[in-house]
């Protein structure tokens, strides 16, 4: 199998950087991407300013491949995720020239001639990839490997608290009025002089609030209402100024502001159970009557093309079982993690990884640079070199959050659970909220 490519599913910032350390190496990568760009999904939130710097974004295998062709890596300041694409991604992938295939679907991979059940020789067969062209043109690649990079953005959580879509949340979504994506202020037109409510916690709902904030700016009228499912605790704004990114930390402070100078209108312990156009129903009754919906409550990873595939996943988090317990925030005290490897990655199918964004399963607060030491790890594995693949190059900076304790998203906690790290608790006086039904319009 030595003269097949390895298949990398998805090229965004992981699967980009996963061809270059191939390449590197001596092996060939064949990039399989869905959209009909680089970074298709990265390209959907242009807008979004990333709250890591440049040098955390540039995986150095690619800068290495990069150099020859007269470019040079960004030091200073934090790019959009538009600024992302143009001046790394897409050179990047310009640079990988034939190995990257676009408006490739992956809708199935196995083993030749090996469904699920059968043992008999299977690690001594190809991987077979079922792959449907942008002009529905179907076909078999054959592959040494599989470094699935195929990230989770076109699988975000629903609005249900109970993990599944509200009742009437398709409809909702149907019709325009409810969508899974950050505003962009540059284009208010759905949210200027508009009631627009955000629902969940975290980094990119922080960035909702301040889009919708800075629209409401310019735009009288604009109201805001922010929608979470737990109590305000030392973890709702993020870690402020105990988090080593300091992007990170501002946009957490940022939105608590906009809380606290009556900006946004904060509402806890909401858990949504039904969405009746545009208004949201929680399943204590209360009701909030709105223009907007704004969902931001993480995403998912699809499994379902690995359907015949061997692995070993966390039941919670559906991640890698070896990393879940360091990532599932029901149980890790403090916001650093471990970097993780080939070692940590490796599935019951040999030589089949799950990478980037979509190693992480269902947890938040997966980083680039932790996707760049995962594809350097794995594809030392695949080229032999076991040593450099166990070798840890990477510390990952400290959220500053605690969680832990089985009190993650406790819509009655008002602690951390942790103890260990963050900021002070916002003032009760600042943030007490109603739980009583209410209807807020």
């Keep these: 199998m030595t003269d097949l490519p390895v298949a990398v599913i998805g090229a965004g910032p992981q699967g980009l950087a996963a061809a270059a350390h191939l390449l590197e190496r001596g092996l060939t990568p064949l990039v399989l991407e869905q959209g009909s760009e680089p970074a298709a999904a990265v390209a959907e939130w242009g807008h979004v300013r990333l709250f890591s710097a440049w040098p955390e974004l540039v995986d150095k295998a690619a800068a290495r491949l990069l150099e020859p062709t007269g470019w040079t890596a960004p030091t200073l300041g934090y790019p959009t995720g538009a600024?992302?694409?143009?001046?790394?991604?897409?050179?990047?992938?310009?640079?990988?020239?034939?190995?990257?295939?676009?408006?490739?679907?992956?809708?199935?991979?196995?083993?030749?001639?090996?469904?699920?059940?059968?043992?008999?020789?299977?690690?001594?067969?190809?991987?077979?990839?079922?792959?449907?062209?942008?002009?529905?043109?179907?076909?078999?690649?054959?592959?040494r490997a599989v470094i699935d990079a195929s990230g989770t953005w076109r699988r975000p959580n629903p609005a249900g608290a109970d993990g599944l879509p509200a009742l009437g949340e398709r409809a909702a979504h149907a019709a325009g009025a409810l969508g899974y994506a950050v505003p962009d202020r540059a284009h208010p037109e759905a949210y200027a002089g508009r009631h627009t409510v955000v629902i969940g916690a975290g980094d990119s709902a922080f960035n909702a609030v301040n889009e919708l904030t800075a629209i409401a700016k310019n735009h009288p009228g604009t109201k805001i209402t922010w929608a979470i499912r737990r109590a305000v605790s030392t973890n709702t704004f993020g870690g402020g100024e105990a988090d080593e990114l300091p992007e990170r930390g501002a946009l957490?402070?940022?939105?608590?502001?906009?809380?606290?100078?009556?900006?946004?209108?904060?509402?806890?312990?909401?858990?949504?159970?039904?969405?009746?156009?545009?208004?949201?129903?929680?399943?204590?009754?209360?009701?909030?009557?709105?223009?907007?919906?704004?969902?931001?409550?993480?995403?998912?990873?699809?499994?379902?093309?690995?359907?015949?595939?061997?692995?070993?996943?966390?039941?919670?988090?559906?991640?890698?079982?070896?990393?879940?317990?360091?990532?599932?925030?029901?149980?890790?005290?403090?916001?650093?993690?471990?970097?993780?490897?080939?070692?940590?990655?490796?599935?019951?199918?040999?030589?089949?990884?799950?990478?980037?964004?979509?190693?992480?399963?269902?947890?938040?607060?997966?980083?680039?640079?932790?996707?760049?030491?995962?594809?350097?790890?794995?594809?030392?594995?695949?080229?032999?070199?076991?040593?450099?693949?166990?070798?840890?190059?990477?510390?990952?900076?400290?959220?500053?959050?605690?969680?832990?304790?089985?009190?993650?998203?406790?819509?009655?906690?008002?602690?951390?659970?942790?103890?260990?790290?963050?900021?002070?608790?916002?003032?009760?006086?600042?943030?007490?909220?109603?739980?009583?039904?209410?209807?807020?319009?």
């Design 83 to 143: 600024q992302w694409r143009e001046r790394y991604l897409a050179p990047l992938a310009d640079s990988l020239g034939d190995h990257v295939r676009y408006g490739a679907t992956v809708t199935g991979v196995s083993r030749k001639g090996r469904d699920r059940l059968v043992d008999a020789d299977r690690a001594e067969q190809p991987f077979v990839l079922h792959v449907t062209g942008a002009d529905g043109t179907e076909e078999r690649i054959e592959a």
């Design 252 to 441: 957490g402070v940022r939105a608590r502001k906009a809380v606290q100078d009556g900006s946004v209108e904060l509402v806890t312990g909401f858990r949504t159970e039904r969405v009746e156009g545009a208004t949201v129903i929680a399943e204590d009754g209360r009701t909030i009557e709105a223009d907007q919906i704004v969902v931001l409550t993480g995403y998912r990873p699809d499994l379902g093309f690995l359907s015949e595939m061997r692995l070993d996943l966390d039941p919670t988090l559906e991640a890698p079982r070896n990393i879940a317990v360091q990532i599932d925030p029901n149980l890790h005290s403090c916001g650093s993690v471990s970097a993780t490897g080939a070692k940590d990655l490796a599935q019951p199918e040999p030589d089949l990884y799950l990478v980037g964004m979509k190693s992480y399963g269902r947890a938040p607060t997966f980083l680039a640079m932790t996707g760049y030491e995962q594809v350097r790890s794995v594809v030392a594995e695949l080229a032999g070199d076991h040593d450099a693949a166990a070798r840890v190059d990477l510390e990952l900076p400290d959220t500053g959050v605690c969680g832990g304790a089985g009190l993650f998203d406790d819509p009655d906690s008002t602690t951390s659970g942790g103890g260990c790290c963050g900021t002070a608790a916002p003032s009760e006086e600042i943030f007490t909220i109603s739980r009583a039904p209410i209807t807020l319009s």
